[in-house]
T-cell receptor
Framework: NAGVMQNPRHLVRRRGQEARLRCSPV?????VYWYRQLPEEGLKFMVY????????ESGMPKERFSAEFPKEGPSILRIQQVVRGDSAAYFC?????????????????FGPGTRLTVL | GEDVEQSLFLSVREGDSSVINCTYT??????LYWYKQEPGAGLQLLTY?????DMKQDQRLTVLLNKKDKHLSLRIADTQTGDSAIYFC???????????FGKGTMLLVSP
């Protein structure tokens, strides 16, 4: 399967614990995006990363949340000291590169998501 | 800020056409997308349209874009029960591809 991989698919944490969500982009894609979907809501942008760089984290809460996309290995979204309001589906997407032109090489392909439940 | 709006629910009979509508506010949108989400699953890209186009057809799917009114629609011909899902409209803008999503339209297809 050459698509975006996310794991775990389901994650249960107690309040105050840490959650680590992993995303492996499509092979050859160097751009990763994280989105959060609250129940009965659309997806909200959180952060956009390229290898070893955070390009835009304007959608990410200032505290407890962090993201990385190292040179080797998957992208990680880390949530420290989780609270019940963090319960949501977290989706990762990848694209090959960005372009402002007419060739849509920046189409994002989504993974199956990680459903986080905080007890 | 940027906003994308969709009707929340649509019910059709199998074999009919479905039309899902979307409006957006950002006039600098470059691409507009339709994604499909089945229960418990991720988002599947259905189709997209570049902002200088007004129509795109792909098999049973037809996308219409009215840039003046900032209105996007997705028409599904010969709707099947397998088309039942939530359909999200999204746009991208700016120098890179951050997507802004609507809340999704739940399409229910009855036999």
């Amino acid at each position: 399967n050459a698509g975006v991989m996310q794991n775990p698919r389901h994650l249960v944490r107690r309040r105050g614990q840490e959650a680590r969500l992993r995303c492996s982009p499509v092979k050859g894609h160097s751009h990763v995006y994280w989105y959060r979907q609250l129940p009965e809501e659309g997806l909200k942008f959180m952060v956009y990363l390229q290898k070893e760089n955070i390009i835009d984290e304007s959608g990410m809460p200032k505290e407890r949340f962090s993201a990385e996309f190292p040179k080797e290995g998957p992208s990680i979204l880390r949530i420290q000291q989780v609270v019940r309001g963090d319960s949501a589906a977290y989706f990762c997407a990848s694209s090959p590169l960005t372009s402002g032109g007419t060739d849509n090489t920046d189409t994002q392909y989504f993974g199956p998501g990680t459903r986080l439940t905080v007890l | 800020g940027e906003d994308v709006e969709q009707s929340l629910f649509l019910s059709v009979r199998e074999g009919d056409s479905s039309v899902i509508n979307c409006t957006y506010t950002d006039s600098s949108s470059t691409y507009l997308y339709w994604y499909k989400q089945e229960p418990g699953a991720g988002l599947q890209l259905l189709t997209y349209i570049f902002s200088n186009m007004d129509m795109k057809q792909d098999q049973r799917l037809t996308v219409l874009l009215n840039k003046k009114d900032k209105h996007l629609s997705l028409r599904i011909a010969d709707t099947q029960t397998g088309d039942s899902a939530i359909y999200f409209c999204a746009d991208s803008w700016g120098g890179y591809s951050t997507l802004t999503f609507g809340k999704g339209t739940m399409l229910l297809v009855s036999p």
